[in-house]
């Protein structure tokens, strides 16, 4: 089975759990984090019958390493992989674990371990300490601070203690509303609105949950629902235009204006008509 060439992002969203509590996250829906996950071997077997091409899988959440086989499925995994995660693991047990070639060959424009900061939730002489740990392991990994209106000043510090580290920092768009005001850049803003529309929609990502069911979009995929297919059972990966009767209600990480996957140029992912 083959990713379509036009697809751009792949990830296997492994378990829901975190170790952090962020007032902003979308982890907070009811239930969201009791989702059913797959085993390891679930995992590598169905994942390793798709072809990705050159478009790296990235292992996400929640917080991925808090899969109790978390080990496991990466090194029966046979793609290049990405990790999004908080850093806040053992990162000792975790090059002990992990063969750095497991991660996507890249250069220093794009990073194969992307962590986020969150200002409130994490300590940042810890989180530096683990990112250099893992780059004198031989790991490609950034930081990327969530411009969240809160916290403005603990990025600026965070960005000085990485730029003495010599650890890359990025700062990423807060998406979502405070204090009455909607943040983020949209392609299609009018799918934030709240008022359900019919369009058609069709997707560049491919995004499995935790129990293996492949979603359209960020909406379906954390409320659980239209699944296309299951990673399971599925033989065919179509890139089409999709029916869908909640235009309005969208999460804006499907509609936001963002930098590719090697962080040049300006794309969203979806396209709506």
Known sequence: MKLPERYNYAEAYLTFRCNLSCGYCINKIQGLTRREELSADEWIENLNNIDFGDTPLTLGGGEPTRHKEFYKIVSGLNHNLDLLTNLQFNVNEFIKNVDQNKFTKSNNHYH??????????????????????LIDAGFNIGIFGVRHPYVLNENMEMAFLCSKNKIPFYEKDFLGEVDGRIYGFYKYPEGLDGKKKDVK?????????PDGNIHRCHRDLYAGENPVGN???IDHIKDIFRKCSVFGECNPCDLKLKTNKYLKGIECQVEIK
């Open 201 to 209: 929609c069709r997707t560049r990502e491919f995004l499995i949950a």
């Open 231 to 233: 990673i399971k059972t």
């Open 112 to 133: 194969s371990i992307r962590a986020s900061y969150h200002a409130s939730q994490m300590n940042r002489e810890k989180t530096i300490e683990n990112a250099v740990k």
